[in-house]
């Protein structure tokens, strides 16, 4: 959360100056901005509080049960995963002490936080059904977490904004792409819950507005 908020931030600053700066008076409102900017400060500081009070529910309804055979993860509104011991392909160890547990299947993958009661004693149970491997390097997309978010906007921004049919057709290429793998891969996802499956349809209003917005300029409607 505290990675996520600085990228939202940014975002709504660079929204705010992009409609600002593109509308069709002669220069940027600074009356219009200054409205602007407060109502959306409030509207992004309420969904995040309301965010946090989501994440902590789901955090609290979070169990893991180990038997004979299987590892089960459950937790509030989340479908559950269960993989059987002889499935379990590799067990992970983060730098920020998160265990992840894969199976044979790539949507089995279970994600257990650094928070979790009896750690200790976890780690030694897991290690009897896989030895933990520790992960000494981070992925680059998680230290640096606003990289897709700053990339999303630009592509936005030159989609509705660039005179070049070639930069808005590979803008909106890549911009499609990515919302469609980013919106199957949330709805097949096990560690997703049912109120954020459900609010990423809106991606598809938004990628047929794309759509609509690279057909208006590449046939000058």
Not at 93 to 99: E, I, P, R, V, W
Not at 126 to 155: C, E, H, I, W
Not at 165 to 177: E, Q
Request: glycine fraction near 6%; charge should be positive.
């Amino acid at each position: 959360m505290r990675k996520t908020l600085p990228v939202l931030l940014i975002i709504m600053v660079i929204a705010l100056a992009f409609s600002s700066l593109t509308s069709k008076d002669k220069g940027p409102d600074i009356y219009s901005l200054l409205i602007a900017a407060p109502l959306a400060g409030t509207i992004l500081g309420f969904s995040f509080y309301r965010g946090l009070k989501r994440q902590q529910k789901l955090l609290e309804s979070y169990t893991l049960t180990l038997t004979e055979n299987m590892i089960m993860r459950e937790q509030l509104n989340t479908p559950p995963i269960s993989i059987y011991l002889g499935e379990v392909t590799e067990i992970v160890k983060n730098k920020n002490g998160m265990f992840m547990i894969r199976g044979t299947d790539k949507r089995d993958l279970i994600c257990v936080p650094p928070q979790i009661e009896h750690y200790t004693q976890l780690e030694i149970e897991l290690n009897q059904v896989k030895p933990v491997v520790a992960k000494t390097k981070d992925s680059f997309f998680y230290r640096f977490p606003y990289l897709p978010g700053l990339l999303v906007v630009g592509l936005m921004i030159t989609i509705y904004s660039a005179t070049n049919k070639i930069a808005v057709t590979l803008c909106g290429i890549v911009f499609i792409s990515l919302a469609i793998w980013g919106f199957v891969k949330v709805q097949r996802s096990k560690n997703v819950n049912a109120r954020t499956k459900r609010g990423m349809w809106w991606v598809l209003a938004l990628i047929a507005s794309v759509i609509y917005m690279v057909i208006s300029k590449l046939f000058n409607l």
